[in-house]
């Protein structure tokens, strides 16, 4: 058995804010927590925010990834539980970016204990079939918004993405209207 801040040490787990309501942040392929910088400041302070980096993210020791273990969005599902059960987390809104938004799905499958609700960005539904014979089709009604200036210009394209983030998660509160960030 793990000791119980082993895993949230190993993927730099770090949680902001004191809210009584708890938000996990989980970043996709390719990025890594600091994905979320733009917005968690202001989630921190109605919010506990818990942010984290992949086995196969960058900001972690690449000792930590098997490609075999990590073979299967299960064994992420599995890190994402593993994780919430050592930080005692509990009926807590998840966040998943891209491959995120289905690790986050089966975890909650797995374990519905620990998530109150999903919030998916630019994840895809797909077909899933467990290890069992039983074939299970998840599917979800996404949030999409292509933004794509006809510059090209990929700061604006970066802005207008974290634009959408924060209206995504700005609609959590109750009796918001909605803030810019840049």
């Known amino acids: 058995m793990l000791e119980k801040q082993w895993l949230s040490t190993a993927l730099n787990a770090r949680t902001l804010g004191l809210g009584t309501e708890t938000i996990v942040f989980a970043h996709g392929f390719g990025t890594d927590q600091s994905v979320w910088d733009k917005i968690t400041p202001f989630l921190a302070e109605h919010y506990k925010v818990v942010l ?17 273990k990590y073979s299967s969005m299960e064994a992420f599902a599995d890190v994402l539980v593993t994780l919430m059960d050592q930080m005692d987390l509990k009926a807590i809104t998840f966040v998943g970016h891209s491959m995120s938004g289905m690790i986050g799905c089966i975890a909650s499958i797995a374990r519905p204990d620990l998530f109150k609700r999903l919030i998916l960005l630019c994840a895809s539904p797909r077909s899933y079939s467990s290890s069992s014979s039983s074939s299970l089709t998840l599917s979800f009604s996404l949030v999409s918004l292509f933004c794509v200036p006809q510059t090209h210009d990929r700061p604006k394209t970066f802005q207008c993405l974290l634009l959408l983030y924060y209206d995504v998660l700005s609609r959590l509160r109750n009796n918001l209207t909605f803030c810019h960030l840049i």
């Open 52 to 68: 984290f980096d992949w086995p196969f993210s960058g900001a972690v020791d690449p000792t930590l990834y098997d490609p075999f």
